[in-house]
T-cell receptor
């Protein structure tokens, strides 16, 4: 079967760093996306990894290890507006997305 | 401004009624998708279309129907055959297949069956 695992909820402090993990077991792998979704709103694209390693984009970075079936999203200098759900999605062998349930991130002052 | 628009934002339906959710995009994207989002679950694919006048079933197509008569529009009908239709529905579009390019999502329609 296909499985994407993310923690259900995480809490962090404004100004700190948080790492959101995603592990996957899928039929084929053609890349991994991270999306941000504020409550009741549309998901928005954050990052895409297809090769092993770290991709940095401002305060957000995403890491991929294909051999371990593992990715993480690193958020630095946390701001209150970063309170949202973070969705991990793996591209399977048919180039469709398999979505994790999302990690709800709560930022406290 | 280019974007993808879903309407309405909230929708109430009586049991036994069909209802149609609208999705329009002016991004000139070929590919469009309908997902369902339930609490504690990942997005699940209902239908997708990669070209006008053609569409494919996703993982949970039963009880739903779509059409793609225009590039800009991809309406979803939730029929009375859908056993558990109360959910948050998201429409998305991408310039290429969603597995190869950034997807743009609409604001969603929250459907409640009463």
């Amino acid at each position: 079967g296909q499985n994407i695992d993310q923690p259900t909820e995480m809490t962090a402090t404004e100004g700190a760093i948080v790492q959101i993990n995603c592990t996957y077991q899928t039929s084929g792998f053609n890349g991994l996306f991270w999306y941000q979704q504020h409550a009741g709103e549309a998901p928005t694209f954050l990052s895409y990894n297809v090769l092993d390693g770290l991709e940095e984009k401002g305060r957000f970075s995403s890491f991929l290890s294909r051999s371990k079936g593992y990715s993480y999203l690193l958020l630095k200098e946390l701001q209150m507006k970063d309170s949202a759900s973070y969705l991990c999605a793996v591209v399977d062998s048919n180039y469709q997305l398999i979505w994790g349930a999302g990690t709800k991130l709560i930022i406290k002052p | 401004d280019g974007g993808i628009t879903q309407s309405p934002k909230y929708l109430f339906r009586k049991e036994g009624q069909n209802v149609t959710l609208s999705c329009e995009q002016n991004l000139n994207h070929d590919a469009m998708y309908w997902y369902r989002q339930d609490p504690g679950q990942g997005l699940r694919l209902i239908y997708y279309s990669q070209i006008v006048n053609d569409f494919q079933k996703g993982d949970i197509a039963e009880g739903y129907s779509v059409s793609r008569e225009k590039k800009e529009s991809f309406p979803l009908t939730v029929t009375s055959a859908q056993k558990n239709p109360t959910a948050f529905y998201l429409c998305a579009s991408s310039i290429l297949n969603i597995g190869t390019a950034e997807a743009f999502f609409g604001q969603g329609t929250r459907l409640t069956v009463v």
